[in-house]
């Protein structure tokens, strides 16, 4: 399966067509690997499409560092369910690493993708680092992509950008969480740049959402501690639910009743074009934010497919 009109090597396929200012500022040439060398473009290509009466992988292309595990069929409310864990041999994102992952689930496909770990983008003294993800969903897919949280760790400079290309007739939860920091180190918004787009568009090209996210803590003399921003918490996570399964307002409606009762800040509303509804939480307990985001995903779920969310035995 390859995925773009040019290359998979050429920079025009792994390298952002816009990288932010906050990011950019920082390019320069390593004094180790240098953008483009062997291991510093990561790339996944994976297509679902349902066979019989499950989902399987019917294409499949890697270039370490990243990597997949065989997708698996282990939820007994959804035995079609193809549950695929996304692997980086790396440990983690160094500096000029790019990497890109496009995921294409076909028709009627159900698939449910999610990281191994945490994501680590370690310190970075020259340049920065870029992933990219694109996640395509065709007519009466259900697909859920929540990966484990960011930790940018000190002095780090990463732009990440996902663009999830979703079919009216389509189905997405799409989760993103990052931390402020290594926590258990007291390292906390130490980095210097974190910035994340998430674009929400359909099979035309339409844009329907965009969630720009652009944390800097140098830039102010608050930095990402003020209002409008992390507002002093050390976790911000994000849902966004794209579906015609149910109208969008009983959708937040659900989002909200699942919250009430978490005691984390939270805001939920209904995403443009009665599209769907998203949620976005912040607090300072990592098991507490992860909690509320499985009740959150658990309780959609079970409105839009009749069916909880299973327990993926990471730990």
Not at 28 to 49: H, I, M, N, Q
Not at 187 to 203: G, I, K, Q, T
Not at 270 to 298: E, F, H, I, N
Request: a neutral charge.
């Amino acid at each position: 399966m390859h995925a773009a009109a040019v290359p998979r090597l050429d920079p025009r396929h792994y390298e952002p067509a816009r990288v932010p200012y906050q990011v950019r500022r920082y390019a320069g040439t390593p004094d180790t690997l240098a953008v483009g060398r062997p291991g510093k473009v990561g790339l996944l290509e994976l297509a679902f499409e349902r066979i019989g009466g499950r989902t399987e992988l019917t294409g499949h292309y890697q270039k370490s560092p990243l990597q997949i595990m065989r997708p698996l069929h282990f939820d007994p409310a959804r035995p079609d369910l193809a549950v695929t864990f996304l692997l980086s041999t790396g440990g983690g994102i160094l500096q000029a690493d790019r990497l890109r992952t496009d995921v294409r689930c076909g028709a009627d496909a159900a698939v449910h993708l999610t990281t191994q770990a945490a994501t680590k983008a370690y310190r970075m003294e020259h340049d920065y680092a870029t992933q990219l993800f694109h996640l395509t969903a065709g007519p009466g897919a259900y697909v859920e992509y929540l990966p484990e949280p960011v930790i940018p760790f000190v002095d780090s400079r990463l732009y990440q950008r996902t663009v999830l290309t979703v079919d009216p007739g389509a189905t997405v939860l799409a989760g993103e969480t990052v931390l402020a920091g290594r926590l258990a180190r007291g390292e906390r918004n130490a980095y210097r740049v974190f910035a994340s787009d998430l674009e929400v568009r359909r099979p035309d090209g339409e844009l329907v959402a965009l969630d720009t996210v652009r944390l800097e803590p140098s830039s102010t003399a608050t930095g990402v501690t003020g209002p409008a921003v992390l507002a002093g918490h050390d976790v911000m996570s994000s849902l966004y639910v794209l579906t015609p399964l149910a109208p969008p307002g009983q959708v937040a409606d659900t989002l909200h009743e699942a919250l009430a009762g978490s005691g984390l800040l939270h805001g939920v509303s209904v995403l443009p074009q009665d599209s769907g509804a998203w949620l976005r939480l912040l607090g300072s307990d990592t098991r507490a934010c992860a909690a509320a985001l499985r009740t959150a995903w658990d309780a959609v779920r079970r409105l839009l497919i009749g069916a909880p969310a299973p327990d993926l035995r990471k730990t």
